[in-house]
T-cell receptor, first 113, second 111 residues
Framework: DVKVTQSSRYLVKRTGEKVFLECVQDMDHENMFWYRQDPGLGLRLIYFSYDVKMKEKGDIPEGYSVSREKKERFSLILESASTNQTSMYLC????????????FGPGTRLTVT | GESVGLHLPTLSVQEGDNSIINCAYS??????FIWYKQESGKGPQFIID?????DKRQGQRVTVLLNKTVKHLSLQIAATQPGDSAVYFC??????????FGKGTRLHILP
């Protein structure tokens, strides 16, 4: 079974803080994704990566950056957290093709105060 | 622009009845569609997918129907059980083959 883990289930940060959300997968998947999930808006793609050191902007990349130094780890960075970044953050992975099934982590609920 | 949406945000179904969750999509070029289930406190989990060269696909207790003429996708769950209580998302492949998710439908199971 694919296992996708996220570093924290719940996180509370203050406005202006730098925030790191970590995602690790154990199935040697090529593709990794970061989404945020908000009530009434569904899942929105922030950034994704199809290979190590490769990153592509999703639909809402503003205020975020990512890092993929190793194949199994994909980090989402909030350089200066703001209250409108309070959300559920979901990491996902898939094999090689963009259309392959995505496997999701349990999510990190981030609150920015 | 592209969008994937659901007709109803919440659906209540009697235990044992069949559930039908509907989804409309706008990109006629989409050729791959997926249904995900998200239980409380968990990430979404793949249920079933369908490619545009098919109009029906069956899994275990689930069936996905695709009507390309009206750009409509549905998920049917047979003999709904309490464990089916979740939010269900449809998704399609958008530009550059990125997966675009709908807003979700919450399925409530009535005893």
């Amino acid at each position: 079974d694919v296992k996708v883990t996220q570093s924290s289930r719940y996180l509370v940060k203050r406005t202006g803080e730098k925030v790191f959300l970590e995602c690790v997968q154990d199935m040697d998947h090529e593709n990794m994704f970061w989404y945020r999930q908000d009530p009434g808006l569904g899942l929105r793609l922030i950034y994704f990566s199809y290979d190590v050191k490769m990153k592509e902007k999703g639909d809402i990349p503003e205020g975020y950056s990512v890092s993929r130094e190793k194949k199994e780890r994909f980090s989402l960075i909030l350089e200066s957290a703001s209250t409108n970044q309070t959300s559920m953050y979901l990491c996902a992975t898939s094999r090689g093709e963009p259309q392959d099934e995505q496997y999701f982590g349990p999510g990190t609920r981030l609150t920015v105060t | 622009g592209e969008s994937v949406g659901l007709h109803l945000p919440t659906l209540s179904v009697q235990e044992g009845d069949n559930s039908i969750i509907n989804c409309a999509y706008s990109n006629s070029a989409s050729d791959y569609f997926i249904w995900y289930k998200q239980e409380s406190g968990k990430g979404p989990q793949f249920i079933i997918d369908i490619r545009s060269n098919m109009d029906k696909r069956q899994g275990q207790r689930v069936t996905v129907l695709l009507n390309k003429t009206v750009k409509h996708l549905s998920l049917q769950i047979a003999a709904t059980q309490p464990g089916d209580s979740a939010v269900y998302f449809c998704a399609e492949n958008g530009e550059d083959d990125k997966i675009i998710f709908g807003k979700g439908t919450r399925l409530h199971i009535l005893p």
